[in-house]
């Protein structure tokens, strides 16, 4: 049974900065790529980054720079988002993923996910 379970999420400043986690336990497959979106209410979700069995990185060009994930190496089980200078418009419900695919392939997916987890909102006022 696998969980993605997120953590890290709250009310920030904009400028400021946060650190979201994905903890994810049971059998993902190691050729699973990790990805994080995010979500507005009434909005379509929107791929933020994503990271792959080869370790390649893919974000979404309007958060390049601002935005960096990571992947913990030991375990593979943990996988991070650095959010730098964040914006009012980063506002929204932060999840981590898991799918098959490269990492720019999964970034961009807008389609059915194989393993998803509950979100963290992030506030940035």
């Given amino acids: 049974h696998?969980?993605?379970?997120?953590?890290?999420?709250g009310s920030v400043e904009a400028g400021g900065s946060l650190r979201l986690s994905c903890v994810?336990?049971?059998?993902v497959p190691s050729s699973y790529a990790r990805t994080w979106f995010r979500q507005v209410p009434g909005k379509e979700?929107?791929?933020?980054?994503a990271i792959d069995s080869m370790g390649q990185i893919s974000y979404?060009?309007?958060?390049?720079?601002?935005?960096?994930?990571?992947?913990?190496?030991?375990?593979?089980?943990?996988?991070?988002?650095?959010?730098?200078?964040?914006?009012?418009?980063?506002?929204a419900m932060y999840t981590c993923a898991a799918d098959p695919g490269s990492a720019g392939y999964c970034v961009a997916r807008?389609?059915?996910?194989?393993?998803?987890g509950q979100g963290t909102?992030?506030?940035v006022s």
């Fill in 2 to 9: 696998v969980q993605l379970v997120e953590s890290g999420g």
């Fill in 24 to 27: 994810a336990s049971g059998d």
């Fill in 45 to 49: 979700r929107e791929g933020v980054a």
């Fill in 60 to 91: 979404v060009d309007s958060l390049k720079g601002r935005f960096q994930v990571s992947l913990d190496n030991a375990t593979k089980s943990t996988m991070y988002l650095e959010m730098n200078n964040v914006k009012p418009e980063d506002t």
């Fill in 110 to 116: 807008h389609g059915l996910i194989t393993y998803w």
């Fill in 121 to 123: 909102q992030v506030t």
